[in-house]
């Protein structure tokens, strides 16, 4: 039997940055592929926003390197990691609370019939099967994004996400300002996308949660990988333990009397 190599989607190499004095990145080596979830961890501070504020190309790395799909990128802009299919979901900041479901998912990519007139309903056609296809059930989508709950409003922010082109979808902490229910849904939305062969990273300070969604766990420990391992291979208190700096994970491969083998 031959073996494949799955080539990741996304791979950075020795990723710094500083701001100041602050070193909020100190070389930071991650692989990432499509279709399954993975969770970054660490404790306040550990440089989690930092390193996907650079995936998205928000902020600037000081050094090293961005690979996607085999393209090396020395540094990204919102523009090209989007189009190099890297996504971050925001929960607010990037919806228009006037415009109604189909619009928003259609921001400044309108389909239009003249220079003047929009076609409203190719879109809302396009944007009911992008929902449909995502499992997403929405109330109708004439209705305003203002009038939606958090996680309506997260799911229409997923959709507008994939709907630009997005591969790998990033999450900062999607759930932190929601309830019970709504981020059951949110969950379960975030896990069908890596089921359908999107890349997925979700930074969660919830242990519950990261164990339900993630297929990979990297800790972030002083702008640092302090580890790297498959989900199913270790349990909660360990990972704790990595983030909290108690333990350290020797060359990703001993910890604990356990084998993980997961090295990058
Ligand atoms: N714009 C900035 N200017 C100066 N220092 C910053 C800036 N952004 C982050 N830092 C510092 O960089 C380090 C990493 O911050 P970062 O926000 O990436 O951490 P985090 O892991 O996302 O933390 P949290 O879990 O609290 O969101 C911290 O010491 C932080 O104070
Ligand atoms: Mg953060």
Redesign the pocket.
């Known amino acids: 039997m031959s073996t494949v190599a799955v080539k990741p989607f996304l791979e950075v190499q020795g990723i710094k940055k500083k701001?100041?004095n602050?070193e909020?990145l100190k070389g930071v080596d991650l692989k990432v592929s499509t279709g399954e979830a993975l969770a970054i961890v660490?404790?306040?501070?550990?440089?989690?926003?930092?390193?996907i504020?650079i995936l998205s190309g928000d902020i600037a790395a000081d050094e090293g390197e961005i690979i996607i799909t085999g393209k090396k990128h020395k540094r990204l802009n919102p523009k090209t990691a989007l189009a190099a299919g890297i996504s971050t979901v925001y929960q607010d900041l990037s919806l228009v609370n006037s415009l109604n479901i189909a619009e928003n998912i259609f921001l400044g990519r309108e389909y239009k019939k003249n220079l003047f007139i929009l076609d409203e309903k190719t879109m809302h056609r396009e944007a009911g099967e992008l929902l449909e296809q995502l499992g997403i059930s929405m109330p109708s989508l004439y209705t305003e994004v203002g009038l939606l709950s958090g996680g309506q409003r997260q799911s229409v922010a997923i959709a507008r996400a994939i709907h630009q082109g997005g591969k790998l979808l990033i999450f900062?902490?999607p759930t932190a300002a929601m309830g019970v229910k709504e981020t059951a849904a949110i969950l379960e939305l975030i896990k069908g996308l890596a089921q359908q062969g999107f890349g997925v990273i979700v930074?969660s300070?919830n242990m519950e949660q990261v164990f339900d969604i993630s297929a990979y766990i990297c800790v972030?420990c002083q702008?640092k990988v302090a580890g790297y391992m498959k989900t199913d291979e270790v349990n909660p208190q360990d990972v704790v333990a990595l983030i909290t700096g108690a333990a350290e994970l020797e060359d990703n491969i001993n910890f604990r009397g356990k084998q993980y083998g997961h090295a990058l």
């Open positions: 701001y100041g602050v909020a660490g404790d306040n501070g550990a440089g989690k926003s930092t390193f504020k900062d902490e930074i300070h972030m702008g």
